[in-house]
């Protein structure tokens, strides 16, 4: 049984108000592929590059225990380009550029050494990818968990919408909550959205931490205060590889287990803020993560006792 993560594997450029990087490796996948690796082990991955992506950047991810037999590599064309801006807050950005190239004509194929996925992780992507992913698995996995954002919103709506129907958790940031509910309050907004399929949303409001809401349940994760933030780029992807990882792992999809995930997932993220790309949460190893882990349960952690 295994962890199916499917999403972009890409070239980022990334601006912030400490640094510009011409184009670096990224990617929702491989963020995602990245932060699970360090909770579970067999995590397969299906994308798409063109031949100008570095077979270094494959390694990277191989060192990791990551599957790479379902990334295609498209000869004679290009992977995936995204470019951001961020604001000087640092939780705010403008995407600059997305060029698509191999992604415009991805057509997934899932290995049949992946048919036995029990969690799947889709990852940022075209809706009807996502889509198509889901048709092609023999089994319904026993967690499907979505990710996406305002970019498909703006031109994949009516995709994007069927697909929440098929879906069991969505993590989404605050803006894209409100773009897709129309709603300012984010309680009203998750009440919509939770009418539109999935069972759990996540909402991801960068440094003021994190919302999971389930029925009418709602948990708090805070984020860590860090001294620096490098670059935000690929946090929430960081979010969603703890999140599943540790899911995929421990098997539990209960509620519980779900505000557990949240924890190991924005630990993840904070990781992946400290320095650009994926430099951080590639090189990290057990005992940090368990460090990590332990300063958000000292961040929240007080006795009280009700007066009357
Ligand atoms: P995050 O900061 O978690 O939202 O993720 C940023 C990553 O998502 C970057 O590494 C980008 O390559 C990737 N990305 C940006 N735009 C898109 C898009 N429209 N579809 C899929 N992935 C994208």
């Keep these: 049984m295994s962890l199916l993560v499917i999403g972009t594997v890409a070239f980022d450029a990334i601006e912030t108000p ?54 295609q590599i498209k000869q004679g064309e290009k992977t995936f380009f995204w470019s951001g801006k961020y604001h000087n807050d640092m939780n ?18 899932i290995p049949a050494e992946y048919q036995d996925c029990e969690f799947l992780m889709l990852g940022n992507l075209a809706p009807s990818v996502q889509h198509q992913v889901l048709d092609r698995l023999a089994n319904r996995p026993k967690l499907v968990v979505l990710d996406t954002m305002n970019f498909w919103m703006d031109i994949a709506l009516d995709e994007l919408t ?29 009440q919509k959205i939770l ?17 999971l809401f389930y029925n009418d349940q709602v948990f708090f994760a805070p984020a860590l205060p860090l001294e620096e933030v490098f670059d935000p780029t690929g946090a929430g992807d ?18 519980d287990n779900m505000k557990r995930a949240v924890i190991f997932g924005s630990a993840m993220a904070s990781f992946s803020v400290e320095k650009f790309g994926t430099e951080r949460i590639q090189n990290l190893n057990s005992v940090e993560v368990d460090e990590r882990v332990q300063q958000f349960i000292d961040l929240v952690q007080f006795d009280i006792s009700l007066v009357g």
Excluded: C, W
Aim: proline share 2%; glycine share 8%; charged share 25%.
């Design 18 to 71: 400490f640094g510009k990087t011409d184009k670096i490796v990224g990617g929702a996948a491989t963020f995602i592929s990245l932060a699970a690796s360090y909770f579970t082990s067999k995590i397969n991955l299906v994308s798409v590059v063109g031949d100008d992506f570095p077979q270094e950047a494959i390694a990277m991810l191989q060192k990791r225990k990551v599957n790479t037999d379902g990334l």
């Design 92 to 109: 705010s950005r403008d995407t600059l550029d997305t060029q698509l190239n191999v992604l415009a004509t991805f057509d997934p194929t």
């Design 162 to 190: 069927s697909l929440l129907k098929r879906v069991d958790v969505l993590t989404i940031n605050d803006e894209e909550a409100r773009q897709l509910s129309g709603e300012y309050s984010l309680v009203k907004a998750s």
């Design 195 to 211: 009418a539109m399929g999935p069972k759990y949303l996540i909402i991801k409001k960068g440094e003021h931490g994190a919302l």
């Design 238 to 255: 960081s979010f969603a590889g703890g999140f599943i990882g540790y899911i995929a792992e421990t098997k539990d999809i209960s509620f």
